[in-house]
């Protein structure tokens, strides 16, 4: 088993909807949690970073940590054409220095 | 610049051949890491440089590869006599504390 699942997709939605898209992990001592943008042919752009459980929204994003269920999330809101990114999530354990990245979704918005 | 800068951001070279690629990371941050992104696969960690202490090589896939950082700042990564298996993109990251921010990667393809 992976330490980091994530569902591949590709997930397509129509502009304007709410996407969630999700990572289990099986660690329990990760504490520090990152959701990256990945457009194709570019680097990952680091979009939000959490350490805590409960929600921390910017903008149309809302990063979510549920550390019970071991189950991270993020949403976005009023999706545009120009979400249509691959997103990565990632995290690392307090003190450590190793990222450990899920596969990515891919996301299509179409207009 | 104000992000991690790659270099060359494209290189085919042929089978066998030695290749370098260079990371510039941003100012000031300590830690340096590359990273292997394959086609539908997740970043695969290589190696992790922290200011002068001796880097964390547990990632890299065989002793053709290996890496070095001048003056706790450059770092350049080195394939020995490539092999088609090595085709990919090679993504640089720097980070200060818990955020790692990304390079736009070069894409290696050996023919």
């Known amino acids: 088993q992976k330490e980091v699942e994530q569902d591949p997709g590709p997930l397509s939605v129509p502009e304007g909807a709410i996407v969630s898209l999700n990572c289990t992990y099986s660690?329990?001592?990760?504490?520090?949690f990152m959701w990256y943008r990945q457009y194709s042919r570019k680097g990952p752009e680091l979009l939000m970073y959490t350490y805590s459980s409960g929600n921390k929204e910017d903008g149309r994003f809302t990063a979510q940590v549920d550390k019970s269920s071991k189950y991270i999330s993020l949403f976005i809101r009023d999706s545009q054409p120009s979400d249509s990114a691959t997103y990565l999530c990632a995290m690392k354990v307090s003190g450590t220095y190793k990222y450990i990245f899920g596969t990515g979704t891919r996301l299509k918005v179409l207009a | 610049g104000a992000g991690v800068s790659q270099s060359p951001s494209n290189k085919v070279t042929e089978k066998g051949k030695d290749v370098e690629l260079r990371c510039d990371p941003i100012s000031g941050h300590t830690a340096l890491y590359w990273y292997r992104q394959s086609l539908g696969q997740g970043l695969e960690f290589l190696i992790y440089?922290?200011?002068?202490?001796?880097?964390?090589k547990s990632g890299l896939p065989s002793d053709r590869f290996s890496a070095e950082r001048t003056g706790g700042s450059v770092s350049t990564l080195t394939i020995q006599r490539t092999q088609q298996e090595d085709s990919a993109v090679y993504l640089c990251?720097?980070?200060?504390?818990?955020?790692?921010?990304f390079g736009q990667g070069t894409r290696l393809t050996v023919v």
């Open positions: 660690n329990s001592a990760f504490q520090y």
């Open positions: 440089f922290q200011g002068n202490s001796a880097p964390d």
């Open positions: 990251a720097s980070s200060f504390s818990d955020e790692a921010f």
